[in-house]
């Protein structure tokens, strides 16, 4: 997700800190939480997307700021070029990672659901 999109989502400027971050993400998702709407499903499930979007939001803010702020404490010029590729080929890397990860555990939960609505039920 984009860093734009991600500020976006939570409500954020481009010069916040991950404090900020943070305390933004809390105050969504206690306000868009799925259980404040259990009487209405629909509310419900709209809900639950928003707070999915938050998270992969959060996620990838976090990381984006905690990496800033390290390079602004530990000055930019600290790596040398082969170390700046090297961490920038790493961060692709676990990015593409963490996402295909989290496609294929999605996928596997909604076929096991499926597979569990397709199972007859047993008689006793």
Not at 3 to 24: M, Y
Not at 25 to 45: C, E, I, K, N, S
Request: glycine share 2%; net charge positive; proline share 2%.
């Amino acid at each position: 997700m984009e860093i734009r999109r991600c500020l976006q989502l939570l409500e954020l400027k481009e010069c916040s800190t991950s404090d900020a971050a943070r305390r933004a993400y809390r105050d969504l998702v206690r306000v868009w939480h799925p259980d404040r709407f259990a009487g209405d499903p629909r509310l419900q499930r709209r809900a639950e997307e928003r707070v999915k979007q938050l998270n992969v939001a959060y996620d990838t803010l976090l990381r984006h700021l905690e990496r800033r702020e390290y390079v602004e404490t530990q000055g930019q010029h600290s790596l040398s070029l082969t170390e700046a590729f090297f961490e920038a080929g790493t961060r692709r890397f676990l990015t593409i990672w963490y996402s295909l990860n989290r496609a294929t555990r999605s996928a596997l939960k909604e076929a096991s659901k499926k597979e569990e609505a397709q199972k007859p039920l047993k008689r006793r």
